[in-house]
């Protein structure tokens, strides 16, 4: 069913089949009906992600982050009135942020920001160099594992541990545009230009060889959602939707 907002949606997180939230244009907004109408959250700021975190009997959480350099809690309580609780990570701006077990990190425009816990609203800038536009981890152990892609479209994979940041440049000249969290212990990542698929294994901490994705509708530039269930899809610039398992191609919508 047609959403009837005619704004760009630039992100989306659905809690269940009727409540969620996104950022239409640059402003936050909510959902209670499965989608067929909005309304405005909070636009007093401006957005530019969204990534869930908690989603349990209790309702969900979500963490966004914005332009003007906040992570923004977002608290979708079941049969409650949906808040949003901000806290200042940075003076520069929150092009992504990603939570996993209240751990997380931002990356923003004077560097990448960690937190132990999220609640707290506490985040340590870890490395201020690296300028990073997108991130997804998973845990190993009692370490973080995972990859970011940088203003140029360059990826590369880090590690967190005993709180030191080590970062490797993978893939230098390249043209990535997504990242997903395919399951546990694996990051997925994908090549626009190249058009080629790759796979982070956390517990060797080595990207896999590069494979192809052969379907010639899908337009360029693309993004990478998860799907939790081992798979990764891979979302086309045109609305193209392929969803892709690693070795082949299983389904393609045309939205």
């Known amino acids: 069913k047609e959403s009837g907002h005619r704004d760009n949606f630039k992100a989306v997180y659905f ?5 969620g939230v996104a950022i239409i244009g640059t402003h936050l907004y909510a ?6 109408s909005w309304s405005v959250l909070d636009d007093s700021r401006d957005y530019n992600s ?10 969900a959480k979500v963490i966004a ?13 079941n ?53 990073a536009r997108k991130i997804r981890f998973v845990q190993d152990g009692s370490d973080l594992v995972g990859a970011f892609i940088n203003s140029s479209e360059d990826m590369h994979k880090f590690k967190l541990s005993s709180g030191t940041l080590t970062i490797t440049t993978t893939f230098s000249n390249s043209d990535f ?16 230009l190249d058009r080629e698929y790759y796979e982070l294994d956390a517990s060797t901490f080595t990207f896999s060889s590069p494979v192809p994705i052969n379907n010639t509708t899908l337009s360029s530039p693309a993004t990478m959602l998860s799907d939790n269930n081992g798979g990764a899809w891979i ?21």
């Open 79 to 131: 049969n409650t009135p949906f808040g949003i609780v901000p806290n200042t990570v940075s003076t520069g701006e929150v092009y992504d942020v990603y939570v996993t077990n209240n751990e997380g990190f931002a990356v923003t425009g004077d560097g990448i920001y960690y937190t132990s816990n999220v609640s707290t609203g506490s985040w340590t800038n870890v490395d201020p160099y690296a300028i």
């Open 31 to 36: 959902t209670h009906d499965g989608g067929a």
């Open 15 to 19: 809690k269940d089949v009727a409540e």
């Open 65 to 77: 982050g914005t332009q003007s350099g906040e992570a923004v809690r977002v608290i979708m309580n």
């Open 177 to 192: 545009s997504g990242l997903a969290v395919k399951n546990s212990s694996t990051i997925a990542a994908y090549d626009h």
């Open 235 to 255: 979302v086309g610039k045109s609305g193209e939707i392929i969803n892709y398992n690693g070795s082949e191609e299983n389904t393609t919508y045309n939205v």
């Open 50 to 59: 969204i990534s869930k975190y908690v989603n349990n009997s209790v309702g």
